[in-house]
């Protein structure tokens, strides 16, 4: 396994106490099981890559690293989508999958129903996450990003045309987009959050925008690999669970996607030249998105 | 639906077509070629920015090259800069035009062709950009070779090195170029699916084709070369002494029959005595016209002008650029230069020593550490820094006019006190030529006949400003015959009695310059004494090179192209090797038997040796007086 990086640890600490927070301290009145189910999913283990994105990319945009911390908002937001995403992916409707973050998935722990509830639970939740944590002007910005990546054009987009693809020969631009949707469009709207939140200029929105972007297709051709390649007690969810579908793999070989990731992961680092030493951590999460286990 | 990528590098360049990566070229090459401009927008934009490419990569290679064979042109690092800018500006207008015309025609053929497939598009453009890779290696490998001939050799590892840039240069075009067919294609046929990539964009297909190149233009090179490049430093130049000093007075406009009337009738004394001695006749170039720059170039170098780079005494100089290029244009220059005089672009200028890439017989034996003097010779400006004196074709005209020395004479510290005496030296000179010629009547005629006499005399002056010890080699070069010859019988008189007056006033001036030559070369049992009569302006067909001395023996040397064989003659009587690339072995028939045994001639490979670098021009300049001066003189046209 490769090893975390030290800042990562941290930053991965100050997310989950936010995650925790954000799902327990307010006043709760319905019914436990979809609460139950919606935290069940959302503080799972995870390498929270993509919170860890936003929190990061606020720090480097910003004249303190202090500022972090007023990005944890809207890195719980994108966390929630992320989650809800994964519930509704792994619905037997959709990709049927057994396991999720080393346990089993929400829809086999808590039925097909509640897991669909606690997806849309979550999905609202982060909405009200950013609207009670911001100003308008910038809640309604960054309400209108998560928006566009999890909408027709997004996530859903992504994930639609992924099902309909299954057991389908496709070609090679139907699977970039359709991993620009369901992976590259959260990890594009992570950092554009974070830079958001501190007020970044627009050129270091296009930096940000371009180091995400190769990063997340780095991590989706991670991902394909791991899914040959992987072991499930490492990876937490079973393995040739995409064997009906065209991966980047099935392009390239194991040998070439590894390369196609780690020079993805170059390009990625490249963009953040304008950032000099203060891109360090974001450096230092690419190195271990490509080299990454799990 | 486009072909899915077959390997790594498909899929990579695919990628870079979809954003990710790193793909700088392309991206700069297609800029916003993906979005809904016209195709004509999208050529023009896309020619435009390969042109700038080609600007850059391919204008610096061809002004290193065209330095090179225009010898002089560049002076300074600015000129470098401004011709490197100029010819940039003409490779991109001339890529962009070529590479948008290209891609309009690609579309056009895209919307016409029914059966334009990927694999079609993606041939035509590898098809394109092959044909662009090896055109720009041979060129570059062309203009690097010249480059070398004009400059010199250089070892392998430089030639690989230019060789491997050309390489590179070519494949990036190659790239470029291709990338912006396909791209023209795709764009025309949207529906076929024609993606990014191609042969062109293939990492393998590059890296092969890089070393299939860099192998080709290596033999290309190889092939057009006499010699491969070397290693060695340039031989040391080494002399055996002669015990004899050569003192050479070269007198321009000469007319040897009727200096030998006039000798026969003992009014010559002075150069009677070298007449006498050893005779190497000179004869100008059939059909070509006198040009003294040229021509004293030539028997001061041994080589031809077209090897040592003067071609003629009127130059140009190109606006923005301190160098200046000699003789007409020729080959691909001509358009260019003629383009250039239209527009303004360039300026008369004179032939000088910066444009000179052969080293004169004088800087030959300094080298090898004699002591030498040059006075008035053409195209000395500007003097090379050094303590060897050389009094250049422009010393006179720095003395007169005064201000800080541009480099009219070396070493500098000769200045001051020339200077200082100047008005006393113009004074006397003036004195004594108008006493000289007090006996002609013709006020207009003895004034023409006096000026020149005084500039003879002023040159025969500065020739006596040594300072230092005694000379091994001195050198004088005297206009005033050919300049008063010139004067007097461009036009003819109107009567038979005023022909016959300057026909009289000029022997007189022969007269005048056998007392200089005897004053100047004196019989000596230390010296040779060597004096080179140039017809010049004069109409004769043959000069000569007469020697007198203790070593010399009276002999008539027969040679047809003797003028190269002057400068190899002098450095063999100064005990000097002879290159094996001097176009004329030394003529010794004149030389006493004695003097051959002891002195065989000595060969060496080249005289590589010979710094030819210029003096540094820090002082006020005399460009456009040495101009109107020469104007003044007859040497160029008003």
């Known amino acids: 396994m490769s090893a975390i990086p030290a800042f990562f640890r941290e930053a991965q600490a100050r997310v989950e106490h936010a995650l925790d927070e954000a799902t327990s301290r307010r006043p709760f009145s319905g019914v436990p099981v979809v609460r139950e189910a919606m935290r069940y999913t959302l503080l799972a283990p995870s390498k929270r890559v993509r919170a860890i994105l936003t929190t990061t990319a606020c720090e480097m945009c910003g004249p303190s690293t202090s500022l972090g911390a007023g990005a944890l908002p809207a890195a719980v937001a994108i966390e929630m989508v992320h989650a809800s995403s994964l519930i509704l992916d792994d619905l037997p409707s959709m990709d049927d999958a057994p396991m999720r973050r080393g346990r089993p998935s929400c829809h086999v722990q808590y039925g097909e129903a509640i897991a669909a509830l606690a997806a849309f639970g979550l999905l609202s939740e982060a909405f009200g996450v950013i609207a009670s944590a911001y100003e308008p002007p910038l809640a309604r910005g960054l309400a209108t990003l998560l928006s566009s990546a999890i909408g027709s054009d997004g996530l859903i987009a992504g994930q639609a045309e992924d099902l309909l693809a299954t057991d389908t020969a496709i070609d090679f631009e139907t699977l970039e987009r359709i991993h620009r949707r369901k992976t590259g469009a959260l990890f594009s709207a992570a950092a554009t959050a974070g830079a958001m939140v501190a007020g970044a200029g627009e050129d270091q929105m296009r930096a940000l925008e371009a180091y995400a972007k190769n990063l997340g297709l780095a991590f989706q051709i991670v991902d394909d690999m791991l899914d040959v390649t992987g072991d499930p007690a490492e990876t937490g969810k079973a393995v040739r669970a995409d064997a009906r579908k065209t991966t980047f793999v099935s392009f390239s070989g194991v040998d070439g996607a590894r390369e196609l990731a780690a020079e993805l992961c170059r390009t990625a680092d490249a963009a953040l030249k304008p950032f000099g030493s203060k891109a360090s951590p974001l450096l230092e999460l690419s190195a271990f998105v490509a080299a990454r286990r799990l | ?638």
């Not at chain 2, 010819?87 to 001339?94: E, K, P």
């Not at chain 2, 010779?377 to 060897?388: L, N, V, Y």
């Open chain 2, 1 to 638: 639906m486009p072909e899915n990528p077959q390997n790594v590098d498909q899929l990579r360049d695919r990628l870079r077509a979809l954003g990710y990566l790193d793909a700088p070229v392309d991206r700069y090459v297609l800029g916003s070629g993906t979005s809904r401009a016209g195709a004509a927008r999208f050529a023009l934009g896309a020619g435009l920015r390969v042109g700038l490419l080609a600007g850059m990569l391919l204008g610096v290679s061809a002004a290193i090259a065209l330095a090179a064979r225009a010898p002089g042109l560049i002076a300074t690092r600015r000129d470098a800069l401004v011709l490197a800018g100029a010819l940039s500006i003409l490779f991109a207008v001339i890529t962009a035009l070529a590479v948008a015309g290209t891609a309009i025609a690609a579309a056009w053929y895209a919307r016409r062709a029914a059966n334009l497939t990927p694999r079609r598009a993606r041939a035509v453009a590898a098809v394109a950009g092959i044909a662009v890779a090896l055109a720009c290696a041979i060129y570059l490998t062309l203009w690097w070779n010249a480059a070398q001939d004009a400059l010199t050799s250089l070892t392998f590892g430089w030639n690989a090195a230019a060789v491997a840039m050309a390489a590179l240069i070519s494949l990036l075009l190659a790239h470029a170029v291709s990338l912006v067919i396909l791209a023209a294609l795709a764009r025309s046929q949207p529906e076929t699916g024609i993606a990014a990539g191609g042969l062109l964009s293939s990492r393998g297909f590059l890296a092969a084709f890089g070393v299939v190149l860099f192998a080709g233009s290596i033999a290309l090179l190889a092939a057009g070369r006499e010699t491969g490049g070397t290693d060695a430093s340039p031989p040391p130049i080494t002399v055996v002494p002669t015990r004899y000093a050569v003192r050479v007075v070269a007198i321009d406009g000469f007319d040897l029959t009727l200096a030998e009337r006039l000798s026969t009738g003992g009014r010559l004394p002075a150069l009677q005595r070298l007449l006498e001695g050893g005779y190497m006749p000179l004869r100008p170039e059939a059909g070509q016209a006198p040009d003294p720059a040229r021509d004293w170039t030539t028997i001061a170098t041994g080589r031809p002008p077209a090897v040592h780079g003067i071609a003629s005494l009127e130059a140009r100089r190109a606006v923005g650029i301190g160098g200046a290029l000699t003789g007409p244009p020729a080959g691909m220059l001509r358009p260019l230069l003629y383009a250039a005089d239209l527009l303004r672009l360039t300026t008369p200028a004179v032939a000088s020593g910066v444009e000179r890439r052969a080293p004169a017989f004088w800087e030959v034996a300094a080298a090898a550490g004699l002591r030498t003097s040059v006075v008035n010779w053409w195209a000395t400006w500007p003097a090379p820094a050094g303590d060897d004196i050389v009094i250049t074709d422009r010393a006179l005209l720095r003395l007169d006019t005064g201000g800080a020395l541009d480099a009219e004479i070396a070493p500098a510290s000769l200045y001051e006190p020339l200077r200082v005496e100047w008005p006393r030296l113009r004074t006397a000179a003036a004195a004594r030529a108008s006493a000289a010629f007090a006996s002609i009547a013709d006020a207009e005629l003895r004034a023409l006949i006096v000026r020149s006499a005084e500039l003879d005399m002023l040159a025969a002056r500065l020739a006596n400003a040594n300072p230092g010890p005694a000379l091994d080699l001195s050198v004088l070069y005297l206009p005033g015959l050919d300049i008063a010859q010139h004067s007097l019988l461009q036009r003819a008189p109107g009567s038979v009695s005023a022909m016959r007056e300057r026909l009289t006033a000029i022997e007189r001036y022969y007269e005048f310059l056998d007392g200089l030559v005897g004053a100047l070369l004196p019989p000596s049992g230390a010296h040779i004494d060597v004096a080179i009569l140039w017809p010049g302006r004069a109409g004769i067909r043959e000069g000569a090179m007469v020697l007198a001395g203790e070593p010399i023996q009276g002999g008539h040397t027969i040679c047809e192209d003797c003028v190269l064989g002057a400068a190899s003659t002098l450095l063999y009587l100064l005990g000097l090797p002879i290159a094996d690339n001097l176009e004329s072995n030394p003529m010794t028939e004149a030389v006493s038997v004695a003097f051959k045994e002891r002195h065989p001639i000595r060969r060496i490979a080249s005289y590589d040796a010979v710094n030819m670098r210029r003096g540094a021009r820090t002082g006020q300049p005399l460009d456009a007086e040495a101009l109107e001066r020469l104007r003044s003189l007859g040497y160029i046209d008003k």
